[in-house]
């Protein structure tokens, strides 16, 4: 029987976490696909090969002119500030014209206006797709391919969106699967049309419809592929996990994952200092996955002192953090103390992130820490910050009321005892926060993206 020849697109880490998996690899080779993984040659050394699976490099070559690839990014700009009447993508549109002269200002407002309209986007799009009359792509022919999967939907996926248009050009068919739950909101107008986008549940389902104009019948329901069957990866116990982590297995852990900023680590750990004057606890520090933080001063600090600190333990999500280009981010992030320690913690506080929703997929109360140390006397003006709280994913996550906010020190320790003595106290708030946002947790996304995939296939043979 003839195999169906499945590429997917390895690009950068979100396909690397969604895609590139054993489990996701063994569903399709076990139902007759063979498996081609794309990948950019420079990522070629940074791959762990599955077995099973071949893995090709891939170039996107450009001889364009200077004129039609500024026209490119042009439009690629202005469907990065979409939507333009968004709380959070204003404030930071408001921050940094600031920093303009005048006449780019006003360039930059007009844009912005443009960027107000979802149906001027989509021209934009249809427009932007004709200045590819004749896409190339090195390393592969188009008669080798079947079906392609790639993450993302061309927000600011620039290589994505490319193979995409190649593809459509060469009558490939293509599944676009959203990798992160904030992605259709926050991450711009889609840069090409979709045929098939593979979301989560009825809130990636709406912003689809609703933000990125894509018909109905274009948008699948699938579930999460990396959040589906999290409790298959746990392999340890509770006592063998945390005595792995030099921890103890009866004292309450919090875990806490930051973000960007190293304060807020170092904050962290003052604060687990003063909680421990009044009971008995343990903390995990997650460091979040960023070159450019890790290789921080501050934080390679931090690293040598939580080695030598008691009832610490520190958990790298950037497992390559030592060697590699400073700017390019991590492909793989570790997954084994993540998934363990959200399991068999007792607390997560973070910085409106991600974790939140890990952390109620796993029934675990959420602290969000939002206030930041005071400026310098000496600065002439306080620093910016990402309006994080004022993102839209965040909002829609606030309005189930799953978590907590904390504003100041003070706060932070008193709703830390609260949320330890009273666990249960949102668990309706967050169960009704992960049916809506990561959809049906029955552990069958894989199959169903395999479905999607047979029957994209059928459709154009």
């Not at 003595?421 to 993206?449: F, M």
Request: hydrophobic share 40%; proline share 4%.
């Amino acid at each position: 029987m003839k195999k169906t020849r499945l590429a997917i697109a390895l690009l950068g880490k979100g396909s690397a976490n969604h895609l590139h998996r054993k489990d996701v690899v063994k569903t399709f080779l076990d139902n007759n696909f063979a498996l081609t993984f794309l990948i950019r040659d420079d990522y070629r050394d940074l791959i762990a090969p599955l077995h099973g699976c071949e893995y090709t490099p891939i170039t996107t070559p450009s001889h364009t002119t200077s004129h039609l690839r500024y026209l490119r990014g042009l439009f690629q700009y202005i469907r990065s500030l979409y939507p333009a009447d968004d709380p959070a993508k204003r404030f930071v549109f408001n921050v940094r014209n600031k920093e303009r002269s005048l006449r780019a200002q006003v360039f930059h407002l007009t844009l912005r206006q443009l960027a107000k309209s979802r149906s001027l986007m989509t021209l934009l799009v249809v427009i932007e797709e004709k200045l590819y009359p004749k896409l190339k792509v090195e390393g592969i022919t188009p008669d080798t391919i079947d079906v392609i999967c790639l993450i993302g939907f061309g927000g600011n996926e620039i290589r994505e969106a490319y193979l995409a248009r190649w593809a459509a050009q060469h009558r490939i068919p293509t599944i676009n699967i959203v990798g992160n739950y904030d992605n259709l909101s926050t991450k711009g107008f889609r840069g090409f049309t979709l045929t098939h986008l593979a979301v989560w549940g009825e809130s990636m389902r709406t912003d689809a419809e609703t933000l990125q104009a894509i018909p109905k019948n274009n948008i699948h329901t699938v579930g999460s592929l990396r959040y589906n069957n999290l409790e298959s990866y746990i392999s340890l116990t509770k006592k063998a996990f945390l005595e792995r982590c030099n921890l103890n297995p009866n004292t309450p852990t919090i875990l806490f994952g930051g973000g960007r900023d190293e304060f807020h680590y170092f904050e962290m750990l003052e604060v687990f200092q003063l909680l421990k004057k009044h009971h008995k606890l343990q903390l995990i520090i997650r460091l979040m996955p960023n070159k450019l933080l890790m290789q921080s001063p501050e934080i390679q600090q931090l690293v040598q002192y939580i080695k030598n600190t008691e009832d610490v333990f520190l958990s790298i999500g950037d497992q390559s953090f030592l060697h590699g280009d400073t700017t390019q981010e991590p492909l793989a992030i570790e997954e084994f103390e993540l998934w363990h320690s959200l399991k068999y913690c007792d607390l997560v506080i973070n910085l409106f992130s991600t974790l939140a929703l890990e952390a109620c997929i796993f029934d675990k109360p959420v602290i969000n820490m939002w206030y930041f140390r005071q400026p310098c006397r000496m600065m002439l003006r306080p620093p910016v910050y990402d309006p994080y709280n004022l993102e839209q994913h965040i909002r829609r996550l606030k309005r189930f009321g799953a978590t907590v906010d904390v504003e100041s020190r003070d706060e932070l320790i008193r709703q830390t005892f609260h949320q330890l003595q009273y666990p249960d106290q949102r668990q309706v708030n967050r169960q009704r926060l992960v049916n809506h946002e990561c959809g049906n947790l029955d552990g069958k996304a894989i199959s169903r993206l395999l479905a999607l995939c047979q029957t994209c296939v059928k459709q154009t043979s």
